[in-house]
């Protein structure tokens, strides 16, 4: 059996250099830290946003997995109101707007826009895959947060009608770009993306932000980099694949 310091060390890398990054969205690269207000505003604690969020990811999954779809910021206004029972607070339709609204808006992690800026300057090629939907109405979130110019292109699940880490979307991108799987590289805040990215094969590198960190269970894909933050990311890679 594999200590656990052993089972927390990266994958090897097998294969050669990617030829696109992939960047998943939400905790990646935005902040959904920035909401934890409205959270007070609603409950009278902001750390309930972490409550809901975790209702987020697995609700989304769990249609999934059920063969059914509904838009990620509808079933998060549905997930706030049933937050809302578990803790017996009456949410409004108006609150349920203003979560939809905020995740529209959000902001970048601080960190993004450096890292972004040296693997750009680098001359890797990067795209976003999202749980988010577009939006047909207005800037895209990715657009909201100023960082759309660094990426090619903006793949959304909506398009496969299936959340990640469900392996149809990562395809959805390899597909479209005409590239296969094994030279993609999903860069994530979240060890269930990075993983099903891999079995997808992709490989993966994991950003730790906090409430994150690598899943040390040695018989699961383990990403392939890890990193603090994104430029941490971007030097592992520039030092591997783009050495001065």
């Known amino acids: 059996m594999a200590t656990p ?25 935005i902040d959904f830290e920035s909401m934890s207000p409205l959270f007070e505003k609603i409950f009278g604690d902001r750390r309930v946003m972490r409550e809901w969020l975790g209702h987020l990811i697995m609700y989304s999954m769990s249609i999934t997995l059920s063969g059914l779809y509904e838009g990620f910021f509808t079933l998060g206004q549905g997930l706030l109101k049933m937050v809302g029972d578990i803790h017996g607070v ?3 339709d108006a609150d349920a707007e203003e979560i939809g609204q905020a995740m529209l808006t959000m902001p970048a992690h601080p ?17 976003t895959l999202t749980n988010s939907p577009s939006n047909p109405h207005g800037p895209s979130p990715l657009e909201h ?9 903006q793949f959304t699940i909506e398009t496969v009608r299936a959340y990640k880490p ?3 979307a990562y395809h959805l991108v390899a597909q479209d770009l005409r590239v296969p799987p094994s ?21 993966a ?10 899943l040390p269970v040695e018989s699961l894909p383990r990403p392939n980099l890890v ?9 592992q890679l520039i030092q591997r694949w783009r050495p001065s």
């Open 90 to 92: 009456r949410v409004t």
């Open 227 to 235: 990193a603090p933050d994104l430029p941490g990311l971007a030097a």
């Open 111 to 127: 960190d993004v826009e450096e890292g972004l800026t040296r693997l750009k300057d680098a001359g890797f090629r990067m795209v």
């Open 5 to 29: 310091a052993t089972a927390r060390t990266p994958a090897e890398w097998v294969g050669g250099e990617p030829s696109v990054l992939v960047f998943d969205v939400n905790e990646t690269l």
């Open 183 to 203: 030279t993609c590289f999903m860069v994530a805040a979240h060890v269930w993306d990075t993983m099903g990215a891999q079995s997808a094969g992709y490989t």
């Open 166 to 168: 469900a392996p149809q």
């Open 205 to 214: 590198g994991l950003i730790t932000r906090p409430g994150n960190a690598p």
């Open 145 to 153: 947060a100023g960082l759309a110019h660094f990426f090619e292109r």
